[in-house]
């Protein structure tokens, strides 16, 4: 998965930014590390997108958050 990041990085590192590339990079993160969020918020406005973040952080702020204990000792 990571590999697959990387040679795409690799290929793609002198070639221009353009919005195509940026989806295609996007969606392969996407694929490989949604599992690891718990939000996805889309800044397509700024006062909708203020709005999100602070309801993911009141959320967050509010319900319970664990860890392995042997992250913790």
Known sequence: MLSSWRHFR???RYAPVTEE???KES????KHYDHYFDYKI????NTDTI???ES?????CSTSQWVPV???Y
């Open 10 to 12: 690799r290929r793609n």
């Open 21 to 23: 590339s940026l989806a």
């Open 27 to 30: 969606k392969l993160l996407e």
């Open 42 to 45: 889309i800044n397509n406005n």
């Open 51 to 53: 709005v999100q973040l």
């Open 56 to 60: 993911a952080i009141e959320d967050v």
């Open 70 to 72: 042997s992250w913790v």
